[in-house]
C-alpha cells in the first residue's frame, strides 16, 4: 500500500511539474523580432500590416528608433518624433496631457489611425469610415519640399474630419480633393500629422508610389541621430505585460503561485530525503559533582596550581564563616580568628591554620589536604552541619 502511495505521489509530482513548467513558458514568451503576431502596425512584425520595414528603414538612415512597451507610458525628452501606429488601447487623460505637453515643446507627433481615438479627438480631428474606390491621393498644399511628393498608395476606407480651422490638408483624394488622408497643424512650437490611412507605412506599403518620401517630409526638420520612438504601449504592449505584473495581478499567475506552494508542501511533507540519513546522537547522561569535582582537582593538579587552590579555600571560609557570624572576613587570619573567639574554642584554632594556608611560602601537597580537613571540621563544628 505504501509502495502504491508513493508512486502516486512520484506521478503527480510530475504532471504538476510539467503543467508548472508550460505555464513559465506561456508567461515569459516574448514573440521574435518577424512573428505573426499581434495587431496591425506592430514593429516587431513582419506580416504585410506589420511596421519593422519602417523602424528598419529608418534606423538604416541614423534615426535612434526606440519602442515604448512593457512600461508605464512615458515619453523621453529626448525624443524628436513619436508614432502612434493603429492605437488598439484607450488613452488616459494623463496620456493624452503628457503627448500634449512633449509636442508643445518642439516633438514631432504622427497620429496614423483609420479608427477613431481620444488622442484625436484631443486634436480636434475625427475619423470617417467611408469605403471608396481610391486608391491614390495627391498633395494638395506644396510643403512636401525636403522630397517631392506626386501621389501615395493608400487604401480608401477612412478619412480625416478636421473640426479645427488649424489643421493643414497635406494629402487628399476624390475630385477637389474633399477626401482628406493626412493633415497637420502647429501646438507650441511642435508640430502633429493626422493619417487616416495607416496602411500607407505598412511594410506592403511603405515602398509604394511615394509612400516613403511622404514619411522622410514628415521627419525634415529632424536630423538623423535624433531618437524616433514607437508607440507600442497603446498596441498592448503595456506594463501589465510584463512576467512580474501579471503574475501578481492576472488568474494564470495566482495559479503559478499557487502550484509553487502546493509542489513545497508536497516536497515539505512527503518526508523525503536528499542523501543518507545520518544517525542521531545519543545525549550523554549529565555527569555528577562528584566527576566535577574531581576533574577540576584533577586539572589543578596537572597545572601545579596547589598554592591558589590553598588561599581559595581560605578565602572561601572566612566568607562563609564571616557572613554567618557577621564578621568582617578582610582581616588577617588571626584577627578574624579572635573575632570569632567568643563563638567556641575552635574558632580560635582556626587562625594558625587559616595563616598557614594563606602563607605566601610554598607548602606541600599533603599538607595543604591534612591543613583543609582541620579546617573543614572546625567550621562543621561551629555551624552545627
Known amino acids: 500500500m505504501n509502495g502504491l502511495l508513493s508512486s502516486y505521489r512520484w506521478i503527480i509530482a510530475l504532471v504538476g511539474g510539467l503543467l508548472l513548467l508550460g505555464v513559465l513558458a506561456v508567461a515569459v514568451y516574448e514573440p521574435e523580432p518577424g512573428e505573426d503576431t499581434g495587431p496591425a502596425l506592430r514593429t516587431s512584425s513582419n506580416r504585410s500590416s506589420g511596421a519593422r520595414a519602417l523602424v528598419i528603414w529608418l534606423s538604416d538612415l541614423g534615426y535612434d528608433t526606440r519602442a515604448i512597451r512593457f512600461r508605464q507610458f512615458s515619453i523621453d525628452p529626448t525624443t524628436r518624433a513619436l508614432f502612434v501606429l493603429q492605437p488598439t488601447h484607450v488613452f488616459s487623460s494623463g496620456e493624452i496631457d503628457e503627448v500634449q505637453r512633449w509636442v508643445e515643446r518642439g516633438g514631432t507627433l504622427v497620429i496614423a489611425s483609420s479608427e477613431p481615438n481620444g488622442l484625436m479627438d484631443a486634436y480636434d480631428v475625427g475619423i470617417l469610415r467611408q469605403r471608396t474606390t481610391d486608391e491614390r491621393a495627391t498633395p494638395l498644399q506644396p510643403v512636401f519640399a525636403h522630397l517631392p511628393v506626386e501621389s501615395v498608395d493608400i487604401a480608401g476606407h477612412a478619412w480625416l474630419q478636421p473640426r479645427d480651422p488649424a489643421w493643414v490638408p497635406l494629402l487628399a483624394a476624390g475630385d477637389g480633393g474633399r477626401r482628406v488622408v493626412l493633415a497637420s497643424r502647429a501646438a507650441g512650437e511642435g508640430t502633429v500629422y493626422a493619417l487616416s490611412d495607416p496602411?500607407?507605412?505598412s511594410n506592403e506599403s511603405l515602398g509604394a508610389a511615394d509612400n516613403a518620401a511622404v514619411v522622410l517630409n514628415l521627419l525634415a526638420g529632424i536630423p538623423p541621430g535624433s531618437a524616433v520612438a514607437f508607440d507600442e504601449y497603446h498596441q498592448g504592449l503595456t506594463e501589465h505585460g510584463t512576467l512580474t505584473a501579471r503574475l501578481s495581478s492576472e488568474p494564470w499567475g495566482w495559479t503559478i503561485i499557487y502550484a509553487s506552494l502546493l509542489a513545497l508542501l508536497y516536497l515539505a511533507f512527503s518526508g523525503r530525503r536528499f542523501g543518507r540519513a545520518t544517525p542521531g546522537s545519543s545525549i550523554a547522561a549529565l555527569r555528577s559533582r562528584a566527576e566535577y569535582v574531581a576533574t577540576m582537582g584533577a586539572l589543578l593538579r596537572r597545572g601545579s596550581h596547589h598554592d591558589w587552590l590553598r588561599r581559595e579555600y581560605a578565602t572561601h571560609v572566612k566568607r562563609a564563616l564571616g557572613a554567618r557570624f557577621r564578621v568582617r572576613a578582610d582581616q588577617p587570619a588571626r584577627e578574624f580568628?579572635?573575632?570569632?573567639?567568643?563563638?567556641?574554642?575552635?574558632?580560635?584554632?582556626?587562625?594558625?591554620?587559616?595563616?598557614?594556608?594563606?602563607?605566601?611560602?610554598?607548602?606541600?601537597?599533603?599538607?595543604?589536604?591534612?591543613?583543609?580537613r582541620e579546617v573543614d571540621a572546625i567550621q562543621k563544628r561551629m555551624t552545627g552541619q
Open 337 to 372: 580568628a579572635g573575632a570569632l573567639s567568643d563563638r567556641g574554642g575552635d574558632a580560635a584554632a582556626l587562625g594558625p591554620l587559616l595563616e598557614r594556608l594563606e602563607s605566601p611560602s610554598a607548602v606541600g601537597e599533603q599538607e595543604t589536604v591534612a591543613l583543609m
Open 199 to 201: 496602411r500607407m507605412v
